[in-house]
């Protein structure tokens, strides 16, 4: 609350000023007596500036203390209104048009934040610092909207304004956040063009050391991003390695040792460390998930969800929850595929908790929690639940590649219900050749529902020639699931034609990669025709292992099974309207889903 002025240098105003800030500072702080001492300063009349001065930090201190959104929105209205009117730019200005237009967002008034950050921007050339940061203000305005075009003009001109003004830190940063929108947007031929100049910019850069590394994280971040959304599990080891060891430089680095930038516009942070850490996790996470390495996957998000419970303590930033969403949808996965669908359940209720406190977190994860559903309905044999779930998943997403993965699931649960007509009219949208994807990975696992469409139908040489496309795709990046898969269907195909050693050779690897991932599902199936193969070959003592293992993953299977069909839970696999049934939940300590 400092004041510069000569009209602000009043003794009334520092008086009144001085026993704010003492109220609001005090322990612990009395907001009412601190408003209170700031509402008296309009009694005296004020001159414009003090005015507009006065109802920013009325409106400020009403907006973090109190929840009487209504009045602070007043005070940050006149605010600007005064300010915009004056001839001196200041920060009164900037930082009312700013906080305003963020209140605006918040409460869904998009039409309202807009014109005043142009407005803004157009007069704050002369205040660089602001000029960047309302650029990057307006552009996540715009890249909420799903308006790509928009925010990447605005970050480009943050670029070149940061540029003009020697800021090659900041420069980078708004090419790296250009970066990361094209990424989200699927342009990958602009992606791949951006990223290699903006890494070579990150090498020639002279800055800080710690504004380096920052940078340097950004842009494997979005490197690794980038191979994973491309499927490509194999490509993306080295930039994950780099990513990893990026993340432990710069947490050794003291801040306080950095000397401080003069140059107004270097005054931004991508991510605080601790944010960066756990992003680490969160992509570590999405490439075990997608490589088969559930463990690893689960160690991580342990780690991460731990760090994230720490921090929520200190500030609950909504980028922590977006975080913890998303750790969340691929740890359900992890469950599912390792056979705790009981612990999934209720760790897809937590998915939902997360979004009730962060509402804006339904519309933009509301179609992968109900396609985690279908995945656990599914899982269930609940196949009507399943089908009402992805359906209603594809309904709610804009993202292709979502798309493309629950129509594939949707396709299974069409093949096990043989329901054929279903089948043939979906099979169109998720041919390899004519799917619209980027991904190595959904391609490859295109040919592997179009193997056991093949296999269903006894067309046992067409699944072959289509599975070994799976196999060649998968080993090419390490899709180890997928692998497993394959391998396990290709050995009941094998069986189907009594060639029983084939279909050893097939099984046997198949049982082994399973037992790595942990796939529980397919060490079942895989064990089941061991048993069946050692018995048609005369080998009792390895058909009487098989059949061992084959009893105990179908007794922890069955248990499982049991025990989620009759938890409350699991009528959520019913919900596909209205408000998410909270009702149904058990309340869960969120530090023992750790």
């Not at 339904?362 to 359906?391: D, P, R």
């Not at 009528?571 to 309207?577: S, V």
């Not at 998410?580 to 300590?589: A, K, Q």
């Amino acid at each position: 609350m400092a004041a510069s002025s000569r009209d602000e240098q009043q003794p009334w105003f520092l008086s009144l000023l001085g026993l704010a800030e003492n109220f609001r500072t005090s322990n612990p702080p009395n907001i009412r007596l601190c408003i209170h001492c700031l509402q008296a300063i309009f009694t005296f009349k004020p001159p414009p500036k003090i005015e507009a001065r006065t109802h920013l930090q009325l409106g400020n201190i009403l907006l973090t203390h109190t929840k009487n959104i209504e009045l602070a929105r007043t005070h940050l209205e006149k605010a600007w209104q005064i300010s915009s009117t004056l001839t001196s730019n200041d920060d009164v200005l900037f930082e009312s048009a700013s906080v305003l237009a963020k209140l605006y967002e918040t409460q869904h008034h998009i039409s309202l934040a807009k014109p005043i950050l142009h407005r803004a921007i157009e007069m704050s050339q002369q205040a660089p610092y602001w000029h960047c940061r309302l650029l990057f203000q307006l552009a996540q305005i715009f890249a909420l909207e799903k308006d790509t075009l928009s925010a990447c003009s605005l970050l480009g001109v943050g670029a070149e304004f940061a540029r003009a003004s020697t800021s090659h830190y900041t420069r980078i940063l708004f090419l790296l956040a250009k970066g990361m929108l094209l990424l989200i947007d699927k342009k990958m031929r602009e992606v791949e063009e951006t990223l290699p100049k903006v890494g070579g910019l990150i090498e020639e850069f002279q800055g800080s050391p710690v504004h380096k590394e920052s940078l340097k994280v950004f842009f494997l971040v979005l490197q690794v991003c980038h191979y994973l959304m491309s499927g490509q599990v194999k490509s993306v080891k080295p930039a994950l390695k780099q990513l990893q060891q990026s993340i432990q430089t710069i947490t050794q680095i003291h801040t306080d040792d950095e000397p401080l930038s003069t140059n107004p516009v270097d005054l931004f942070q991508w991510l605080p460390k601790e944010h960066m850490c756990v992003l680490v996790y969160l992509v570590t996470v999405m490439h075990s998930m997608q490589a088969g390495y559930m463990d690893k996957a689960q160690k991580y998000t342990d780690k991460a969800l731990m760090q994230i419970e720490k921090l929520k303590m200190l500030d609950c930033h909504p980028l922590l929850s977006s975080f913890q969403l998303m750790l969340l949808e691929h740890i359900v996965m992890c469950r599912l595929i390792m056979g705790n669908k009981s612990v999934a359940l209720q760790e897809i209720f937590q998915a939902c908790h997360v979004c009730q406190q962060q509402p804006r977190l339904f519309t933009t994860h509301g179609a992968q929690i109900h396609m985690l559903l279908g995945l656990y309905a599914m899982s269930m044999n609940c196949m009507e639940a399943a089908e009402a779930q992805f359906k209603l998943a594809s309904k709610l997403t804009t993202a292709l590649d979502l798309r493309n993965f629950v129509n594939l699931n949707l396709a299974i649960v069409y093949l096990r219900t043989s329901r054929q007509a279903d089948l043939t009219s979906l099979m169109d949208k998720i041919e390899p050749e004519k799917m619209e994807t980027h991904s190595h990975s959904l391609k490859a696992a295109s040919y592997f529902v179009q193997g056991l469409q093949a296999f269903f139908q006894a067309r046992y040489n067409e699944a072959k020639r289509y599975l070994r496309e799976t196999l060649k795709m998968s080993n090419a990046e390490d899709l180890n699931r997928l692998t497993s898969c394959s391998l396990v269907l290709l050995g009941h195909i094998f069986l189907s034609l009594g060639n029983n050693r084939e279909a050893l050779n097939m099984v046997t690897p198949a049982m082994q990669l399973a037992g790595k991932i942990p796939d529980v599902h397919v060490q079942l199936w895989a064990s089941s025709l061991l048993k069946d193969l050692y018995r048609s070959c005369g080998d009792s003592a390895n058909e009487a292992e098989g059949y061992r293992l084959h009893t105990n993953f179908s007794q922890s299977l069955l248990k499982d099974h049991f025990q989620s069909s009759q938890m409350s839970e699991h009528g959520i696999i019913q919900w596909t309207d209205g408000p998410c049934p909270f009702h149904l939940s058990t309340p869960v300590n969120s530090n023992t889903m750790l």
